[in-house]
């Protein structure tokens, strides 16, 4: 599809709130056109990317939510740490935590970074089916954590399996 089939198409559907997201949003270079074109109608415009890529482009207007990888993804290695510095108070940051080691460097970074003060939300979901969500609500809750605990309410509703849901 090309900006202008998208933007019809939130245009005929009246969407006021538009989330770019899927695979890594920021690899496909008409994103940034899409965002301004959508921001340009009045939309309400968020992106979820997987803060590898830099968000440094992004219009400001835009919410993003940008995903820190912990040591126990494997991609850890991947992030792109400057986008910690670009967020805005209405931006989030999520982490997918499988174990005890992800939320202590989950909780590490929050604090060194001081996410909390600075972004609208701290997100801390569990990897569905290696951690059970109680697990994590009882860290963050004996650690007094100012975060919102996400679960990935899709693989709760369909076969955790499915993609394109």
């Keep these: ?4 089939d998208v933007v019809a198409q939130v245009t005929e559907r009246d969407c006021e709130l538009v989330e770019i997201t899927g ?13 301004d074109r959508l921001l340009g109608l009045g939309r309400t415009v968020m992106l ?4 590898h890529r830099s968000i440094e482009r992004v ?11 912990c ?7 991947r992030n792109d740490w400057s986008n910690l510095d670009r967020l805005a108070v209405h931006d989030e940051v999520k982490f ?3 174990d005890r080691t992800d939320y202590e460097f989950a909780r590490d970074v929050m604090t060194r970074h001081g996410l909390a003060s600075r ?12 951690m059970h969500p109680r697990t994590l609500a009882e860290w963050i809750l004996a650690d007094g ?11 709760y509703i369909w076969d955790p399996d499915v993609r394109g849901v």
Aim: net charge negative.
């Design 48 to 51: 979820e990317t997987g803060g």
């Design 59 to 69: 219009p400001r207007e835009v919410l993003k939510i940008v995903d820190v990888k």
């Design 145 to 155: 954590l100012p975060v919102r605990l996400q679960l990935q309410l899709h693989k």
């Design 1 to 4: 599809m090309t900006v202008e």
């Design 119 to 130: 972004t609208a939300a701290v997100l801390m979901s569990p990897v569905h089916g290696v």
């Design 23 to 35: 695979g890594e949003p920021l690899l496909q270079e008409d994103v940034y056109a899409l965002m």
């Design 71 to 77: 040591p126990g993804s494997g991609e850890c290695h």
């Design 96 to 98: 997918v935590l499988r």
